[in-house]
């Protein structure tokens, strides 16, 4: 069950480490055209369900309601063996506890964030979850703590997150000319993500380039956006490249990122970019989130690292002083962060993840 791209690429691989290891396994569920290629039956696509925020619910409530229901006659049609959830609480949590009350075992690999908000949600991991497979340091001593058996694992993207060319080869790849500074920008990769932050990035290139003369803007795509939906904002500004496939090569061979908050802004951690941390959503999603949130930041390196390693502009988005960073990172960001990088890598951990995962799913379903 995964319900975004992040949690599709992370369960994509588990099902091929998987297969790898026990061929006779079938699969099915949510997922894209990743989890389609690595062989599970896709009952449902999930960009009609993906999304953040609260008030964002509601224009996809009618796909929601559609995609629970589907899944419940799916799961009472074909009585899985086993149910293993990707992220996506809000959602898997409904599953898992319909799963369970039927007698079909639950794992959750990468499981919600219940060290940041609702704590509350442990008592429903606690009841409805077999295992909890951990990709964080922190989050098994606290599974531990409440007597929910649980595994780390350690984070796959340690192992996964590698850039394909030389910087070189790189802008030779893409045929562009890599004489000003260069920036990469992630808007997100979900379509409120991107509505909300293209402007605001847009806005953020042009007063950096006021003060710092012409930049070269890379934009790498998330696999499922529509490209069309990020040309439209794009289409007159001739240095603002759009890159399919290039994400790794992009942050790795950039100055600086500038990246809205969510998965990609570890990535840009192992692969040793100076980053900038953005996130807007509606005003009621905000205020919900601000009365639940229990963390200090939001990016996970971060929180990681217990300290702001990443500047981080969350909600108010002052442009000035994005900018300001953003100049200051420009001469000498990643001189400055090399250290609390390495700190955060070796927190971490160099784990074969899903190998892991693997192993403790495969056990589980032994005894």
Sequence with gaps: MAG????????THLVKTLKEAVS????????SKKLEEAGVNVIYDYRDISLTGVSEIIPKSKHIVKAYKLLKK?????????????????????IAKFASLRGIPVIYFIPPQIWAWRQNRIEQIKEYVNLVLCILPFEKELY??????AVYIGHPFVNTVKPIYTKEAFFEKINVQNNTPVITVMPGSRDNEIKKHMPI???LIEKIEKRLGKLLVLLPLAENVDRKMI????????NIIILEGFNYDALTHCDIAIIASGSAT???TILGTPTIVIYKISLLSYLIARAFVKVKYISLPNLIAGREVFPEFIQHINLESIADRAIDMLKDG???????IEEIKGKLGTFDSYKLAKDAIIQFLRR
Excluded: C
């Excluded at 040309?231 to 001739?238: E, T």
């Design 4 to 11: 975004e791209l992040s949690g599709e690429i992370h369960a």
């Design 24 to 31: 006779t396994i079938e699969f099915t569920g949510f997922g």
């Design 74 to 94: 799916h799961i009472m049609i074909t009585k899985p063996t086993l149910l293993i959830l990707v992220d996506f609480p809000g959602f898997n949590l409904k």
């Design 144 to 149: 531990d703590k409440h007597a929910v058996d």
């Design 201 to 203: 990035l847009l806005h």
């Design 231 to 238: 040309q439209q904002f794009v289409s007159q500004r001739d």
């Design 266 to 268: 570890l990535e840009a």
């Design 334 to 340: 990643r001189e400055k962060i090399k250290r609390d």
